[in-house]
């Protein structure tokens, strides 16, 4: 989503920005405060029974080397339950991930040719049997504690997703270092619980759900994917389509509005390995700028969320400004070519929203199966 705007301009580096390590080889852990030192109440850290099963979905899209890099962290959590893994290849004609999803005979592949992450997501959970469906990427790799970890909080029946957070594997290029000045994908070290009393502080303002996590490091309970009000991910928003991102907002801010609660754990970090060069980069950006207005759209048009229409006319030009005055005035090192570069992107989301509605509308949306027994 909307990184930079979710977490402001990173005026130290990127380490200091997030007070994380910049390498795996140095835990987490080391930085981060223990689990029950500014942990709040609401968010309990007992571990969840080990009879309830769980499905974890991967969605690739011919990165061979990353995905395997990701299943060998999966078939190595330390976890007492069973555990599907189920691979969604996203582009089943390269030939790609069915050599590497073979190195792993308990993993089940899955095609969706349909391209988009939601697409791909969708798949994957519709094919899942676990009471718990997790969601990774295949450029992360999560340490052995990590799905246990993320679990935890779902001993409190009010949470229906719990995400973690997400920090970067290694920082060594330029591009790498200004995507975590950009704001990265990681959510700080604060755990937060999201619900009534927490979406009530937003009357006049947009929820900020992209202040919760990302479906790169996130587990939900399956009922919710066939609840009237919640359902799957929305295949107009989200990587692969001309939107962007925003698949993964838009179902939080769902399953907010419909009287569930979010748990933002940190203590589930995993590592993603961010894009390498600028021009991906650049691109990454990009698409995040077209698809935070492409959200908001969907939310004022579908939801008639007013609050959003507040947000694109006010909040996010204001915000804008006050990144360039920033860069101008030196108090951010955050470069004014990608500041340009959202603003671009914002222009062209409800163009980019629009073409997506359309795409969509020619190849159909996803269903779940009818319903049966979770295994």
């Not at 981060?32 to 979905?57: D, F, K, N, Y």
């Not at 704001?183 to 979406?199: C, E, I, M, S, V």
């Not at 309970?221 to 929305?234: D, K, Q, V």
Request: aromatic share 8%; proline share 9%.
């Amino acid at each position: 989503m909307e990184r930079s705007f979710a977490n402001g301009c990173r005026n130290g580096s990127a380490a200091d920005g997030h007070g994380v390590p910049l390498t795996p080889a140095v835990s987490p852990l080391h930085s981060m405060p223990p689990e029950t030192t500014h942990q709040p109440s609401q968010i309990p850290v007992r571990g969840l029974a080990a009879e309830v099963p769980v499905s974890i979905v991967v969605a690739t899209l011919d990165r061979p080397r990353d995905l395997e890099a990701c299943l060998q962290a999966l078939v190595s959590q330390v976890t007492p339950r069973r555990v599907e893994i189920v691979v969604v290849d996203n582009n089943p004609s390269s030939g790609l991930t069915p050599p590497v999803v073979g190195k792993f005979p308990p993993v089940v592949l899955v095609n969706e040719p349909r391209r988009g992450l939601a697409y791909a997501r969708n798949a994957g959970i519709a094919a899942s049997r676990g009471e718990i469906i997790v969601t990774t990427d295949d450029d992360v790799i999560a340490p052995p504690e990590w799905l246990e970890t993320l679990l935890a909080p779902f001993v409190d029946d009010r949470v229906a997703v719990v995400t973690g957070n997400v920090l970067p594997l290694e920082l060594e290029t330029e591009a790498q270092q200004l995507f975590e000045t950009y704001g990265g994908l990681g959510r700080g070290t604060q755990p937060l619980l999201a619900d009534r009393n927490w979406t009530s502080r937003f009357r006049l303002r947009a929820i900020p759900t992209w202040r919760l996590g990302a479906t790169a490091n996130a587990a939900f309970r399956a009922r919710i994917f066939r609840h009237p009000r919640i359902g799957l991910l929305e295949e107009t928003l989200g990587p692969g389509m001309p939107s962007g991102v925003g698949e993964d907002t838009y179902l939080f801010y769902k399953v907010l509005k419909a009287g569930d609660a979010i748990a933002y754990h940190p203590a589930a970090f995993v590592w993603h390995r961010h894009r390498r060069d600028l021009p991906s980069l650049r691109k990454q950006i990009f698409d995040y700028s077209k698809g935070h207005v492409a959200y908001h759209l969907t939310t004022l048009l579908r939801d008639g969320d007013l609050r959003a229409l507040c947000h694109l006319a006010l909040t996010l030009p204001l915000w804008r400004c006050y990144q360039i005055f920033t860069y101008l005035s030196g108090r951010s090192r955050y470069p004014l070519h990608l500041i340009l570069l959202e603003i671009c992107g914002n222009a062209l989301g409800p163009w980019a929203w629009w073409q997506s509605q359309r795409r969509v509308k020619r190849e159909g949306r996803s269903s779940l199966p009818p319903y049966r027994c979770r295994a």
